[in-house]
């Protein structure tokens, strides 16, 4: 067997999930481009079907720029509770196979398969199966990577998007990852991307030719992460229970607000909306981050960590209010948002992914 | 059985032939000194059965007899005195030490329960001077290990040419190859020395101008000076074989004072790893740059020094523990440190300060990045 081959991972990913399901809801949208979110001049896209990007539209796009992309972009309201009840029946169909399913969102999971319920031999089989019952059920298409790790099927559920899949088997693993974009590994995001640029790192291949005490010197822990990675290595499990990492709620406001006194007033309501959640999921955290997005967009975020463990809504809320006083307001706000995190559950997640750390290995003689 | 002897010449020799006894002998009878009186010579012995250290002293007398005297008693009495006669008078097990103050009765054991010392058969035998033996032991004990699964690598090697004598220890880490190549012995012999006979013979032989007899077979070695003979029982097994760890070709040597690379690791060493204790050197052109960091925590240090370069640019990571230890005991000026590659041993021999014949080889393995 080949060494990398010691798993099987679905990684399944609906097509444009919210749009696909109002589409399928409402047959005279079909065929059409459409938005689902806010219309207004303040909105913002949260899922555009495949018709709307074509044009350009992408989720989290302002919906004014995507109306200016797309003039004939029909915007849907969007109805959570309807995508959730169908997230559930696509569950039902993963769990039929696998308890071991890790969801990702509403419209996105992995799945262990290495072992399943049907004992089929083969995971291209059982993604396709997965695939051909999702449509059957819900009547929308989902496309699915299937691989070794989950870093690489979640790759390969992009590569035949949508309504289709893609699997990558072990001894394609290596060569796939070598002529990879940089941009497409996991975890590289646009800030690390630019600094591999700087370092001549484009491809895979690129970036397998340092060494791990290069990766780690510039890249600090991360860098063991893409020394591993680019090699097809990635432990991570696939776990039935996503464990949170933080917590959040965020307001876009109907008018720009410059006023100070207005920002606390709107902090108290999203405290208060923090401090449901945080009853509801039983959490506790150290860092809270309040999140300010600009008239133009910016956005930018200030934090502070806690030395214990906070969840009440007054050192929350105060806490909110002295890093927005910390900030100089260099334009009216449309948004603000608080997030606690380095929540309490995350140990045991760290735990978890020890396996990860970089070790410095005394050598011996051999002898 | 009567004897008279000096309280603070009997306690120095006493006190070194009490670092043979173990703290919990299985054996009651090794928390004794063995004393037999001969005439004017007192002939002391103390042992735990690996290692046998036998010391004659001279005393005041003219009896002849033998006991076994509970050695923590007599060394903690001794220490309590000033300088000044004692008289040991013996009746049947009991010793009675009269001294200015007045008097202690010590209950004491049998003679003929005490083990009797191995004796060598066909020894085969080497002269060493004492001091040089002394060093031999000093430069080397600090690398050999501490694993008893391990036991062969728990001495030192004592290789015995008829060109040269050399002492090597390694704990696979780190090792240390100590050469005289101004003694030889009259026949080849090889014999693993355990630690703690070793550590007596350093701090009796240090600075010592005394010839040391040394007599082995396959399964002991005894050194004999100055009265005093140390008998041990060998490590059983075969040596690792170090020459082949010796990396040959080493391109990239660099030179540099030894005070000046001690003092930076140091300081940098207290931002290391506080495991694995790694330390990097960097070496280009004619500057060595020293660092480390503590990826669990943000910590980090480095540090430029001006050396003596030659090679390519290069970078290797070593224990900060092991390079602190072997720095510390060369004596040297400058030392030089032979590189060829950042998985291979590096090489730390001083540049200055050996007597002629005398030579010093140090390996350290480095310390890399893995997962």
Redesign the interface.
Known sequence: MHELADRKIIHVDMDAFYASVEQYDNPELRGKPIAVGGGSDRGVVAAASYEARKYGVRSAMPSVTAKRLCPDLIFVKHRFDRYREVSTQIREIFHDYTDLVEPLSLDEAYLDVTENKYNFPSATIIAYEIRRRIYEVTGITASAGISVNKFIAKIASDYNKPNGQKTIVPEEIIPFLEELDIRKFYGIGKVTAEKMYQHGIFTGNDLKRKSLEFLVEHFGKSGGHYYKIVRGIHKSPVKANRIRKSLGAERTFSENISSEVFMKERLVQIAEEIEKRIAKSDVAGKTITLKIKYRDFKTQTRSKTMPYYIRDKETILSTAVDLLEQESFRESVRLLGITLSNLNTSKIEEEDEDENDIVEVQLGFGF | MKFIVSSSYLQKHLQLLGGVINNNNTLPILDNFLLELTGSELKVSASDMETTIVSKLEVESEDDGSIALPAKLLLDTLKTFPEQPLTFHAVGTMITVSHDKGKSEIACAAAEEFPKAVTISEPSSTTIMGDTLATAVNKTIFAAGNDDLRPVMSGVFFQFTSDSLTFVA?D??K?VRYKREDIAASETAEFIMPKKPLNLLKAMLQGSESEVLVEYNDSNAQFSFDGTTIICRLIDGKY???EA?IPKENPNKLTISRTQLLNSVRRVSIFS?KT?H?IRLKMAGAELNISAED?DYSNKADERLTCDYQGDDM?I?F?SRFLIEMLNNLTCDDVSLEMSL??R?GILTPVDGLDEGENVTM?V???????
């Open positions: 390694t696979a880490h090792l690792p074989n170090y760890v790893n694995t790694q990826l970078q990571g224990n950042p998985n041993a390996l393995m480095p310390v890399m990045l893995n997962q």
